[in-house]
């Protein structure tokens, strides 16, 4: 493999990784309070859909980012009343919305597009265009870091960069704020967040919200960015992967980068190499396809250590003594 | 009481009920600034729900709260923590995975960012430590402190707050002896440097060794508060249950038969590789009780599963002479219970009991395939429940009731009718009493001496030292997973068991 090819492989890993990351940073921040979210995958088809339509009326990509945020923070909000206000049972509501969603999109989709359910063809300032880094063109020619600079680092959507940006973001808002401090403990021990005079409702509410959010943009990120325009369950299951990732993560926003990573990396080589030759035998581009989701069993059973989620997560919290 | 100063907290006739339950009936109430105030009842006395009101979990439904002088408006913890109250519940309220320093600035960050506040409970930390001998170690993380260590920090988040009345709940409960004096030590400091200590126990002992004046409560009502220096443990338990108790099991001496059980180099290795059981040897005769003293965590609890078939070992057991299968086909709960060992678990909810089945149904687990036939007769069934409730004085003897409904103390007297009705060669006890009120206590310990008296043999395990003492004929000490020695009650005291029970050898404690 040369050196154009290997890193046309990782440019796509990253463009790949991207709404895995930003789905497992929401699952993070939602998980760490102590509510368990496998809506993820919901949110972000409903946000895909909300923000290719928007963006394709009104010509705006922004104003489409932002109704895919708003339809996914009212999914997440949906999540926070059922199993926090109303203590239900957080895997039943993420289900739930998983099918809300799926079924919504396509509904709405039709009666408003009417294209077999899909959204029309994004262009223009419709999608999410590339940016390219200053220097991109003049740096080519640098052996080695020319192109790693021109091909791999510059040249992604604004989305891709702020997903990145997430990471530290997170990491220091969990590990350096008052917010961060009182979150984690809530994912912990609920009960001594209640003693130290301080919401467990609120603190929840907040995070759940901030899942939303970053669903709303890993969701418009495939739709207007990776993608142009909304097809019927685009997602993908890339909801359930990022929440492999998250268990694989430990909970942990750098470790969630290098999962995500992992993950974008196997479905880029999936989609580069439709059957690959070792010798006599053809390994099939089903099996390649496959690949990401055959390690996501392998994770959610536990094949790689132990991963101990936040103690008090899943359960709704009911003061007693 | 004639120049009273203005008293740390007044209570003028607080109620509180739970549906049809009153569970503090007008309570009025005096605590005196630097002092320590007791406050002792039998479990469900309402003396906790009379706590929580005062830290703001409950909202009292009439009556008035002073501090100092002051009327009081609690309507939740912070509001509490603003009027100086600092509590030490029962359970601790810790984040396990978090430091020393990160728990005690939980909810009292001065600031949206942690370094500025972490460094400021840091240097705070080092002053109360050298002011009330409270030294933890800051940067350790909770889970691999031990409970006394966590009780520390429970005090220590309390005094960051700038609490200057501090309630402890059950607060020995989890300690051992000398982790108990050692907290003693620090109340009376705390009391010396002008705080106000209200300590809320079901202990007599802990109420006359430490306490100034002491309040008694009973069915929800506070029945009287005396200077503790003019009463007697006898008078306060006749206070708390309204007629005497015994406070010491009556009981004859032991006439020790063949021998029951004998246990040969035991050992267990639990889920992480870890050796709990290092080679354990005892044995016990028919018609007597062993009992095992030890701090929670030392391999009682490994030894009562391996014995009653919860858990595999490596070792030999014998019951009457006869090998015990250890890992094999053989070694679950149900062979056991064929073989003639009855086991009344150390936690009843989680092992002894379905919490959300009937009493009866409970009554019969784990013996429930010894009817003929696919179907159970039920109402044969409800009948001898009924039965067994009556003789074990279940209250409310209603056997349709699912097992939650019933108070602690009922619900540890559900499981031992259904182990000790079985005639068992062996009964293996953990923790018979506890969260069990007095009355019940003594009833439980009459159950497990009568059956002694019947001839069979008991292993005893308690967390609590003067149950142990009191009830056993033999007392092995355990420590890390090994036997440090064997005592006989009347030929020893709770000094040299306490001193067993933190792995001091014979040797040492010979010498020192």
Same mark, same amino acid.
């Given at each position: 493999?040369?050196?154009?090819?290997?890193l046309q492989v990782l440019d796509s890993t990253v463009r790949l990784a991207t709404p895995l990351l930003l789905?497992?940073?929401?699952?993070?921040?939602?998980?760490?309070?102590?509510?368990?979210?496998?809506?993820?995958?919901?949110?972000?088809?409903?946000?895909?859909?909300?923000?290719?339509?928007?963006?394709?009326?009104?010509?705006?990509?922004?104003?489409?980012?932002?109704?895919?945020?708003?339809?996914?923070?009212?999914?997440?909000?949906?999540?926070?009343?059922?199993?926090?206000?109303?203590?239900?049972?957080?895997?039943?509501?993420?289900?739930?919305?998983?099918?809300?969603?799926?079924?919504?999109?396509?509904?709405?989709?039709?009666?408003?597009?009417?294209?077999?359910?899909?959204?029309?063809?994004?262009?223009?300032?419709?999608?999410f265009n590339s940016l390219?880094?200053?220097?991109?063109?003049?740096?080519?020619?640098?052996?080695?870091?020319?192109?790693?600079?021109?091909e791999l680092i510059s040249g992604h959507t604004i989305l891709v960069y702020l997903a990145l940006?997430?990471?530290?973001?997170?990491?220091?808002?969990?590990?350096?704020?008052?917010?961060?401090?009182?979150?984690?403990?809530?994912?912990?021990?609920?009960?001594?967040?209640?003693?130290?005079?301080?919401?467990?409702?609120?603190?929840?509410?907040?995070?759940?919200?901030?899942?939303?959010?970053?669903?709303?943009?890993a969701?418009?990120y495939l739709?207007t960015a990776l993608q142009?325009?909304?097809?019927?369950?685009?997602?993908?299951?890339r909801?359930?992967?990022?929440?492999?990732?998250?268990?694989?993560?430990?909970?942990?926003?750098?470790?969630?980068?290098?999962?995500t990573l992992?993950f974008g990396f196997?479905q880029a080589?999936?989609l580069r190499?439709?059957?690959?030759?070792?010798?006599?035998?053809?390994?099939?581009?089903?099996?390649?396809?496959?690949?990401?989701?055959?390690?996501?069993?392998?994770?959610?059973?536990?094949?790689?250590?132990?991963?101990?989620?936040?103690?008090?997560?899943?359960?709704?919290?009911?003061?007693?003594? | 009481?004639?120049?009273?100063?203005?008293?740390?907290?007044?209570?003028?006739?607080?109620?509180?009920?739970?549906?049809?339950?009153?569970?503090?009936?007008?309570?009025?109430?005096?605590?005196?600034?630097?002092?320590?105030?007791?406050?002792?009842?039998?479990?469900?006395?309402?003396?906790?729900?009379?706590?929580?009101?005062?830290?703001?979990?409950?909202?009292?439904?009439?009556?008035?709260?002073?501090?100092?002088?002051?009327?009081?408006?609690?309507?939740?913890?912070?509001?509490?923590?603003?009027?100086?109250?600092?509590?030490?519940?029962?359970?601790?309220?810790?984040?396990?995975?978090?430091?020393?320093?990160?728990?005690?600035?939980?909810?009292?960050?001065?600031?949206?960012?942690?370094?500025?506040?972490?460094?400021?409970?840091?240097?705070?930390?080092?002053?109360?430590?050298?002011?009330?001998?409270?030294?933890?170690?800051?940067?350790?993380?909770?889970?691999?402190?031990?409970?006394?260590?966590?009780?520390?920090?429970?005090?220590?988040?309390?005094?960051?707050?700038?609490?200057?009345?501090?309630?402890?709940?059950?607060?020995?409960?989890?300690?051992?002896?000398?982790?108990?004096?050692?907290?003693?030590?620090?109340?009376?400091?705390?009391?010396?440097?002008?705080?106000?200590?209200?300590?809320?126990?079901?202990?007599?002992?802990?109420?006359?060794?430490?306490?100034?004046?002491?309040?008694?409560?009973?069915?929800?009502?506070?029945?009287?508060?005396?200077?503790?220096?003019?009463?007697?443990?006898?008078?306060?338990?006749?206070?708390?249950?309204?007629?005497?108790?015994?406070?010491?099991?009556?009981?004859?001496? $032991?006439?020790? &038969?063949?021998?029951? @059980?004998?246990?040969?180099?035991?050992?267990?290795?639990?889920? /992480? #590789?870890?050796? *709990? +059981?290092?080679?354990?040897?005892?044995?016990?005769?028919?018609?007597?009780?062993?009992?095992?003293?030890?701090? $929670?965590?030392? &391999?009682?609890?490994? @030894?009562?599963?391996?014995?009653?078939?919860?858990?595999?070992? /490596? #070792?030999?057991? *014998? +019951?009457?002479?006869?090998?015990?299968?250890?890992?094999?086909?053989?070694?679950?709960?149900?062979?056991?219970?064929?073989?003639?060992?009855?086991?009344?678990?150390?936690?009843?909810?989680?092992?002894?009991?379905?919490?959300?089945?009937?009493?009866?149904?409970?009554?019969?687990?784990?013996?429930?395939?010894?009817?003929?036939?696919?179907?159970?007769?039920?109402?044969?069934?409800?009948?001898?429940?009924?039965?067994?409730?009556?003789?074990?004085?279940?209250?409310?003897?209603?056997?349709?009731?699912?097992?939650?409904?019933?108070?602690?103390?009922?619900?540890?007297?559900?499981?031992?009718?259904?182990?000790?009705?079985?005639?068992?060669?062996?009964?293996?006890?953990?923790?018979?009493?506890?969260?069990?009120?007095?009355?019940?206590?003594?009833?439980?310990?009459?159950?497990?001496?009568?059956?002694?008296?019947?001839?069979?043999?008991?292993?005893?395990?308690?967390?609590?030292?003067?149950?142990?003492?009191?009830?056993?004929?033999?007392?092995?000490?355990?420590?890390?997973?090994?036997?440090?020695?064997?005592?006989?009650?009347?030929?020893?005291?709770?000094?040299?068991?306490?001193?067993?029970?933190?792995?001091?050898?014979?040797?040492?404690?010979?010498?020192?």
């Amino acid at each position: 493999m040369d050196l154009i090819t290997l890193l046309q492989v990782l440019d796509s890993t990253v463009r790949l990784a991207t709404p895995l990351l930003l789905a497992c940073l929401a699952g993070l921040f939602s998980e760490r309070a102590g509510i368990f979210d496998i809506g993820l995958e919901g949110k972000m088809l409903m946000a895909a859909f909300f923000s290719a339509a928007v963006a394709f009326v009104s010509g705006s990509v922004w104003l489409g980012l932002l109704a895919g945020i708003g339809s996914s923070l009212v999914l997440s909000l949906l999540h926070g009343v059922a199993s926090i206000t109303f203590r239900g049972n957080q895997l039943i509501s993420g289900v739930a919305i998983n099918f809300l969603a799926a079924g919504l999109t396509v509904l709405i989709a039709q009666s408003w597009f009417k294209e077999g359910g899909r959204t029309p063809s994004l262009i223009g300032a419709g999608r999410f265009n590339s940016l390219e880094l200053p220097f991109a063109e003049t740096l080519q020619g640098v052996p080695l870091l020319g192109p790693i600079y021109a091909e791999l680092i510059s040249g992604h959507t604004i989305l891709v960069y702020l997903a990145l940006l997430c990471v530290p973001a997170s990491w220091w808002l969990l590990y350096r704020t008052r917010f961060g401090l009182r979150l984690r403990a809530v994912g912990e021990n609920p009960a001594a967040v209640d003693a130290a005079g301080v919401s467990v409702i609120g603190l929840r509410f907040a995070a759940v919200a901030i899942c939303g959010v970053l669903c709303g943009i890993a969701g418009a990120y495939l739709a207007t960015a990776l993608q142009a325009g909304f097809v019927k369950d685009m997602t993908a299951g890339r909801g359930f992967i990022a929440l492999a990732a998250l268990i694989f993560a430990k909970w942990r926003p750098w470790h969630a980068l290098w999962a995500t990573l992992l993950f974008g990396f196997l479905q880029a080589v999936a989609l580069r190499y439709q059957s690959i030759e070792l010798g006599q035998i053809t390994i099939p581009v089903q099996l390649m396809d496959v690949l990401p989701y055959i390690l996501t069993v392998i994770i959610l059973a536990g094949f790689v250590g132990k991963a101990v989620p936040p103690k008090a997560g899943g359960e709704a919290y009911v003061k007693e003594r | 009481m004639t120049d009273t100063p203005i008293p740390a907290i007044e209570l003028r006739r607080v109620s509180k009920a739970f549906g049809s339950v009153k569970a503090n009936k007008e309570i009025s109430l005096k605590v005196q600034p630097g002092t320590i105030h007791g406050i002792i009842g039998e479990n469900g006395a309402g003396k906790s729900t009379l706590m929580s009101i005062l830290y703001g979990f409950y909202k009292a439904d009439e009556g008035e709260i002073y501090i100092r002088g002051q009327r009081a408006k609690i309507s939740d913890s912070q509001a509490a923590i603003a009027a100086g109250i600092g509590m030490v519940f029962q359970h601790f309220k810790l984040v396990e995975p978090f430091t020393v320093l990160e728990n005690v600035i939980l909810g009292a960050e001065d600031d949206s960012l942690l370094r500025p506040s972490l460094a400021k409970a840091r240097k705070e930390l080092s002053h109360l430590a050298a002011e009330y001998e409270l030294y933890v170690d800051p940067d350790a993380a909770i889970a691999d402190l031990g409970v006394g260590m966590q009780q520390r920090v429970e005090i220590l988040k309390a005094l960051y707050r700038r609490a200057d009345i501090l309630i402890l709940d059950e607060p020995t409960g989890v300690l051992t002896p000398a982790e108990a004096d050692q907290l003693f030590r620090i109340l009376h400091r705390l009391r010396d440097e002008g705080k106000t200590i209200i300590l809320i126990t079901h202990k007599l002992r802990e109420i006359m060794d430490i306490t100034d004046t002491v309040s008694v409560m009973r069915q929800g009502e506070m029945t009287a508060t005396v200077k503790t220096t003019e009463t007697s443990p006898a008078h306060l338990a006749e206070l708390m249950v309204g007629r005497k108790v015994l406070l010491r099991v009556e009981k004859a001496p $032991a006439q020790p &038969g063949d021998v029951v @059980l004998e246990v040969k180099d035991l050992r267990v290795t639990d889920d /992480q #590789g870890v050796l *709990r +059981l290092k080679g354990i040897d005892l044995s016990v005769r028919a018609g007597e009780i062993l009992g095992i003293a030890g701090v $929670a965590g030392n &391999g009682q609890s490994e @030894l009562l599963e391996v014995l009653g078939g919860m858990h595999p070992a /490596q #070792g030999q057991v *014998r +019951l009457n002479g006869q090998e015990i299968d250890l890992t094999g086909r053989f070694s679950d709960g149900q062979s056991r219970r064929k073989r003639g060992i009855s086991h009344v678990p150390e936690d009843r909810q989680r092992a002894g009991l379905i919490m959300d089945f009937t009493a009866w149904e409970n009554t019969i687990f784990g013996y429930h395939r010894e009817g003929a036939g696919l179907f159970t007769d039920n109402r044969a069934l409800q009948a001898e429940a009924d039965a067994k409730m009556q003789r074990y004085d279940v209250r409310p003897p209603d056997a349709t009731l699912a097992a939650k409904n019933f108070s602690g103390g009922n619900q540890q007297k559900i499981v031992l009718a259904r182990e000790i009705e079985r005639n068992p060669d062996l009964l293996l006890v953990g923790q018979p009493t506890r969260g069990v009120d007095i009355g019940a206590i003594e009833f439980i310990h009459q159950q497990i001496v009568a059956l002694r008296d019947a001839g069979k043999a008991i292993l005893l395990v308690s967390v609590e030292l003067e149950e142990i003492v009191s009830l056993s004929d033999r007392i092995a000490v355990m420590f890390d997973g090994q036997i440090m020695g064997e005592r006989v009650p009347t030929d020893t005291n709770e000094t040299e068991l306490g001193l067993l029970m933190a792995g001091v050898t014979e040797k040492v404690a010979a010498h020192g």
